[in-house]
């Protein structure tokens, strides 16, 4: 069983469209992340959830919309695509986020942009 | 602000040589530190942690160790396979920042047989 799915596992569109990324974890977890990773391998945030609530947003711009319908589901929603949007986007979970969780990661989902 | 650096890669090795990645930190307070693992075309997984100073954290061969004195979590093997050729990240977290890991730029690792 799949601890952390995302679909599609692969996202090809142009620019200016808007584009949807789904995750679920069967985990149980309380906590949900994206993470966004650039063409040299860079990990960096974009958003936490606990309990469907956004606790952080990492001065991601505007046309990222994150969306938890329920504990176990974080999409996230790109409007007005750009080129500099070409990344890998991976969901994360873990059992809370005030402390040491080990945070449990999906296979990725490899945006490209043209 | 907080922040995370790895010696530069791509680091290539022979099957049962020594490895060291060395990892060194920057943050106030003290942070949790990971690493982490991602093999080619997957996501990362935990590969150990340390929670406090002097800790030790291992897990298959794998240890590094929180040193506060010298802000730094070196990922250490002292006999590497080719399976794990991989892209390791050291990471750290604070407990106030809604579980936001922190991580470097990642270390490609390459072993050959």
């Known amino acids: 069983d799949t601890a952390v799915s995302q679909t599609p596992k692969y996202l090809v569109t142009q620019m200016g469209n808007d584009k949807s990324i789904k995750c679920e974890q069967n985990?149980?977890?309380?906590?949900m992340y994206w993470y966004k990773q650039d063409s040299k391998k860079f990990l960096k945030i974009m958003f936490s959830?606990?309990?469907?609530?956004?606790?952080i947003n990492e001065t991601v711009p505007n046309r990222f919309s994150p969306k938890s319908p329920d504990k176990a589901h974080l999409n996230l929603h790109i409007n007005s695509l750009e080129l500099g949007d070409s990344a890998v986007y991976f969901c994360?979970?873990?059992?809370?986020?005030?402390?040491?969780?080990?945070?449990?990661f999906g296979p990725g989902t490899r945006l490209t942009v043209t | 602000g907080d922040s995370v650096t790895q010696m530069e890669g791509p680091v290539t090795l022979s099957e049962e040589a020594f490895l060291t990645i060395n990892c060194t930190y920057t943050?106030?307070?003290?942070?949790?530190l990971f690493w982490y693992v991602q093999y080619p075309g997957e996501g990362l997984q935990l590969l150990l942690k340390?929670?406090?100073?002097?800790d030790k954290g291992s897990n298959k061969g794998f240890e590094a160790t929180y040193r506060k004195e010298t802000t730094s979590f070196h990922l250490e093997k002292g006999s590497v396979q080719v399976s794990d050729s991989a892209v390791y990240f050291c990471?750290?977290?604070?407990?106030?920042?809604?579980?936001?890991?922190?991580f470097g730029q990642g270390t490609e690792l390459s072993v050959k047989p």
């Open positions: 994360a979970s873990s059992q809370g986020w005030q402390g040491a969780y080990e945070q449990y």
């Open positions: 985990l149980g977890h309380d906590t």
């Open positions: 959830y606990n309990n469907k609530e956004l606790i």
């Open positions: 943050a106030t307070g003290y942070p949790s």
């Open positions: 340390a929670t406090k100073a002097d």
């Open positions: 990471a750290l977290s604070r407990g106030n920042q809604g579980g936001k890991l922190i």
